[in-house]
């Protein structure tokens, strides 16, 4: 199995290097990551400038960096390297759940991998005051990579992992509220400046990837990329079938 490995944090990223570590037991690893942090650049692909692709030093692991989006970074990893069987992108320094997920450059590189016909796992984990223990989270990533790996009907899968699993659930995507805010402040020069940020959401709904996160539980949410409104579609038609023939 080859396993092209990615994120949106950098190519230098520990939680890139546990994932690579991870993988290894699996397949053929290569690891093809942006050359600085990417995070929240979403499914941006790069098209006015060209981009590079070059050798990187990272452990055993075969690697290269590209001056890019994490979906850059993908399609030129499945270009290299013919026949890539799955690409996994992570682990991420930071949730990507809910309405996140729209603006995640994790979830893109794993969207990405879909859109070339091959199989996407994106993969994440809170970040709190420090950096996450990865060795802890190693049997966890090990036992979704088992799991998600021999699933052939599994194109297109969202994985976050709490600080302390204590379980796995199948989840679906919370949609209850956007959690952007947007945050005023001013520079040294007395500026008006703007961050935009996140505000934590109350009374999540059970079952979905937020609730088993908050709950202790690594979320496996399988998404697809037909973004159709299925049953507001079929209202439409009958409601006002329009030039529909």
Known sequence: ???LVSNDDGIYSPGIAALARAAVRFGDVRVVAPDVEQSSTGH???????????????????????NGTPADCVALGAHHWDKVDVVLSGINFGPNIGNGMWHSGTLAAAKQAALLGIKGIALSTPVN??????????????????????DSTLQLVNVNFPTNPRGMCWTCQSIRQYDGVVIPGKDPQGRH?????VEPVEHTEEGTDRWALENGYVTITPLSLDLTHHAQLIDGRRRDPLDWP
């Open 44 to 66: 941006a692909i790069t098209h006015s400038r060209p981009l590079t692709y070059r050798r990187t030093p990272l452990g055993d692991v075969d690697a290269y960096r590209v």
């Open 193 to 197: 400046v703007f961050w935009l940020s």
């Open 1 to 3: 199995m080859r396993i």
């Open 129 to 150: 005051d420090s950096e996450p223990d990865f060795d802890r989270l190693q049997p966890w990533v090990t036992r979704v990579l088992d799991l998600l790996l021999a």
